[in-house]
């Protein structure tokens, strides 16, 4: 029976302990240390199971030095979601730089490119200043073109007399 990607080695194959046998700690692969030390876990367990029913009855205890230093960390993750009943409609929030910056930045782009369509920045004059001379370069070769052919015609009118 295949077992999978890998060959079994001649040495010795893989076992694997079920659900059952990790729960008892009779697993084959586990070290004794280790049922040793999942022993003393649980006996602290149980003895933290009786203290917290004499705690909840006192005020709740704070971990490590929390209870004497009241600092703000400004690292700590915030949380982000308020909910609709905790959230204060007349508090507005602070942008952070980045996200002031970007909006900087979208209104400048925005009132640049009004300008742009009035035609009131040098470069929408430049590009204005370009077009009338293309267009009138354009107009100046149709006209030729149209020239060229009368007088294509007339020749061969002539031509025919």
């Given at each position: 029976?295949?077992?999978?990607?890998?060959?079994?080695?001649?040495?010795?194959?893989?076992q694997?302990?079920?659900?059952?046998?990790?729960?008892?700690?009779?697993?084959?692969?586990?070290?004794?240390?280790?049922?040793?030390?999942?022993?003393?876990?649980?006996?602290?367990?149980?003895?933290e199971?009786?203290?917290?029913?004499?705690?909840?009855?006192?005020s709740?205890?704070?971990?490590?030095?929390?209870?004497?230093?009241?600092?703000?960390?400004?690292?700590?993750?915030?949380?982000?979601?308020?909910?609709?009943?905790?959230?204060?409609?007349?508090?507005?929030?602070?942008?952070?730089?980045?996200?002031?910056?970007?909006?900087?930045?979208?209104?400048?782009?925005?009132?640049?490119?009004?300008?742009?369509?009035?035609?009131?920045?040098?470069?929408?004059?430049?590009?204005?200043?370009?077009?009338?001379?293309?267009?009138?370069?354009?107009?100046?070769?149709?006209?030729?073109?149209?020239?060229?052919?009368?007088?294509?015609?007339?020749?061969?009118?002539?031509?025919?007399?």
């Open positions: 029976m295949g077992r999978g990607k890998f060959k079994g080695k001649p040495t010795g194959r893989r694997f302990s079920t659900p059952e046998e990790m729960m008892a700690g009779t697993s084959a692969n586990r070290p004794r240390t280790f049922k040793k030390e999942v022993a003393e876990v649980e006996e602290e367990d149980n003895f199971e009786e203290s917290e029913e004499e705690s909840e009855e006192e709740e205890k704070v971990k490590g030095t929390q209870g004497v230093i009241q600092i703000e960390n400004p690292n700590l993750a915030k949380p982000k979601n308020l909910k609709a009943r905790d959230a204060d409609p007349e508090k507005t929030t602070e942008l952070s730089r980045r996200e002031r910056e970007e909006i900087e930045k979208q209104r400048a782009h925005e009132r640049f490119m009004r300008l742009q369509e009035q035609g009131k920045t040098e470069q929408a004059r430049k590009d204005l200043e370009r077009l009338a001379l293309i267009r009138q370069q354009r107009a100046d070769a149709a006209k030729k073109r149209e020239e060229e052919k009368a007088a294509k015609e007339q020749k061969k009118t002539d031509a025919r007399k």
